[in-house]
């Protein structure tokens, strides 16, 4: 049972100004290791771009270092550990959150970046990923990079759909993950059982 914190206002322009990223670009947040498949996030991005060519950029904000191929250095920003209202910026500023983990048993950074109306395209191979993006229509799923590179491909040609699948999923979080909302539902379970 997991809530949200739903006070927090992002800024695009703020984080777009203050770490000079105007491109468009891909935004991952959370602990960058094999577990959380952050180096295939990298990998499949190099190869999107090797395909695709294009501007579109991939920020990564979290704790651990990060290794990207010398002939990407330009195209992938490290953005190291962000103060919580910074990230919350960089949400609202990125052109699609994705989330690669396969082992997710909530994704509170999934929540938080449809909270600041940015749509995402997520690990299909982790159930709870699938679930929320059936059932906020918020986000799109992929299971290998050919589908990846689809969904990317489809969502970066139609910013009115990533607008609308943002809205979505900001509705979504709101409906269902408010902390009061999470705490009354958790008590009812108790007192049911």
């Known amino acids: 049972w997991e809530g949200v914190d739903m006070d927090?206002?992002?800024?695009?322009?703020?984080?777009?100004?203050k770490?000079?990223?105007h491109d468009p670009f891909l935004l991952y947040v959370g602990r960058r290791d094999a577990g959380k498949r952050t180096p295939w996030l990298i990998h499949a991005f190099c190869e999107y771009k090797l395909r695709r060519g294009g501007n579109l950029?991939?920020?990564l904000a979290g704790p651990r270092p990060i290794a990207v191929p010398e002939a990407f250095a330009d195209e992938v920003?490290?953005?190291?550990?962000?103060?919580?209202?910074?990230k919350h910026d960089a949400y609202a500023a990125a052109t699609l959150f994705v989330q690669p983990s396969a082992?997710?048993?909530?994704s509170i950074v999934l929540m938080e970046a449809w909270l600041?109306?940015?749509?995402?395209?997520?690990?299909?191979?982790?159930?709870?990923?699938?679930?929320?993006?059936?059932?906020?229509e918020g986000a799109l799923f992929y299971e290998d990079?050919?589908?990846?590179?689809?969904?990317?491909?489809?969502?970066?040609?139609?910013?009115?759909?990533?607008?609308?699948?943002?809205?979505?999923?900001?509705?979504?979080?709101r409906a269902n993950y408010r902390w009061e909302d999470v705490?009354?539902?958790?008590?009812?379970?108790?007192?049911e059982a």
Do not use: I
């Open 77 to 86: 920003v490290d953005l190291g550990y962000l103060a919580e209202q910074d």
């Open 116 to 136: 600041q109306g940015t749509a995402a395209l997520v690990n299909g191979a982790c159930e709870v990923m699938r679930r929320h993006a059936l059932r906020s």
């Open 145 to 173: 990079y050919y589908q990846f590179e689809a969904g990317l491909d489809y969502l970066l040609a139609r910013p009115a759909l990533r607008r609308a699948m943002g809205r979505r999923g900001q509705a979504y979080v």
């Open 103 to 106: 082992v997710e048993s909530f």
């Open 183 to 191: 705490v009354h539902r958790f008590v009812a379970a108790v007192y």
């Open 57 to 59: 950029k991939l920020a």
């Open 8 to 17: 927090w206002q992002g800024d695009a322009g703020r984080f777009r100004a």
């Open 19 to 21: 770490y000079d990223l």
